[in-house]
């Protein structure tokens, strides 16, 4: 699939906000660490994709008990849901000056509920060495579920189910999007967010 830049302007993958907020102390201890490590741009995307990933929790994993939505937020408890991990891995990335965007896709939430589908949230990078944007997904990895770093074939988390009504948004957006903030700031636990997820752009 052929990812679509919602603006042309590059500065605009690369703004903080109040949810994107890598000012934040522990984010930049962070993106330095990697830094620190990495020998080029797309060494050092691969790396901070990778942290997040593994090093963050998906909360549904560890029946988590906080929501979260702020990077910092996110990295402060160790743990977020889709969305709140992209928000993480793009405040890294845009700290460390590589433009990063939101992506969705539209996935079924439970195969045993094939008509209950919601938005699912990861991430696009662009890569300038090589004049190209990637998705990434950090959900994070377990049984059933292997994404990766990769850029020349997508190693999503979820591969959409055309069929069952599943589907990919090809728009590479410069802000969450505002029904998944407004999600994750305004509920307040982790069971009553997960029958209440935002189900369109």
């Not at 938005?119 to 049984?143: C, F, T």
Request: hydrophobic content about 40%; glycine content about 4%; overall charge negative.
């Amino acid at each position: 699939m052929e990812l679509v830049s919602e603006i042309k302007d590059i500065s605009y993958y690369l703004g903080a906000s109040e949810v994107i907020d890598y000012e934040d102390k522990g984010i930049q201890a962070v993106a330095a660490e990697l830094l620190a490590r990495s020998k080029n741009k797309v060494e050092l995307a691969k790396a901070a994709y990778e942290y997040v990933r593994d090093s963050i929790a998906h909360s549904c994993d560890i029946q988590g008990r906080v929501v979260t939505c702020e990077a910092s937020s996110v990295l402060r408890h160790k743990e977020g849901i889709c969305y709140a991990k992209s928000h993480l891995l793009a405040a890294i990335l845009r700290c460390l000056k590589i433009p990063t965007g939101f992506c969705y896709q539209k996935l079924v939430f439970d195969d045993s509920e094939p008509g209950y589908l919601t938005l699912h949230g990861l991430n696009a990078i662009y890569l300038e060495d090589l004049d190209k944007w990637i998705r990434v997904d950090a959900r994070g990895n377990k049984e059933g579920v292997q994404a990766e770093f990769n850029i020349e074939k997508e190693m999503l988390a979820f591969p959409v189910r055309e069929q069952m009504g599943e589907l990919d948004y090809p728009i590479v957006y410069a802000k969450p999007n505002e029904s998944v903030v407004a999600a994750l700031r305004n509920i307040k636990t982790l069971d009553t967010l997960m029958v209440n997820l935002p189900e369109e752009l």
